[in-house]
């Protein structure tokens, strides 16, 4: 089960960091994702990491302003996302996967979060 909080409303230029904490004792053996989805649009990949956390992945419009990054004693995969643009808004989700041979590919991922709402305004 996987839990994503930290969202909330933030002016442009500003920042926020989301958490995902998940339940079981094989957080390790999943890699972990993040996606968004705003108004009106479908579902999009933001930020992959792996197991260990040696490999990380970004979509571009996020590249320099979104840290992804785990740490596995407490289960707990992060979004730190500065720079905040308006088009961030959307509600970000996480998600898990064993072995996700696209990691961009939300149809890879078997578990997800509830999602959390960020909206950044202008």
């Known amino acids: 089960q996987l839990q994503a909080f930290g969202g909330g409303l933030v002016q442009a230029g500003g920042s926020l960091r989301l958490s995902c904490a998940a339940s079981?004792?094989?957080?390790?053996?999943?890699?972990m994702g993040w996606f968004r989805q705003a108004p009106g649009k479908g579902r999009e990949f933001v930020a992959a990491?792996?197991?260990?956390?040696?490999?990380?992945h970004y979509v571009d419009s996020v590249k320099g302003r979104f840290t992804i990054s785990r740490d596995n004693a407490k289960n707990t995969v992060y979004l730190q996302m500065d720079r905040l643009k308006p088009e961030d808004t959307a509600v970000y989700y996480c998600?898990?996967?064993?072995?996700?041979?696209?990691?961009?590919?939300?149809?890879?991922?078997?578990?997800w979060g509830q999602g959390t709402q960020v909206t950044v305004s202008s």
């Open positions: 079981g004792r094989t957080f390790s053996s999943y890699y």
């Open positions: 990491i792996s197991w260990s956390g040696g490999a990380t």
């Open positions: 998600a898990a996967d064993a072995v996700p041979i696209r990691v961009g590919e939300q149809s890879e991922y078997d578990y």
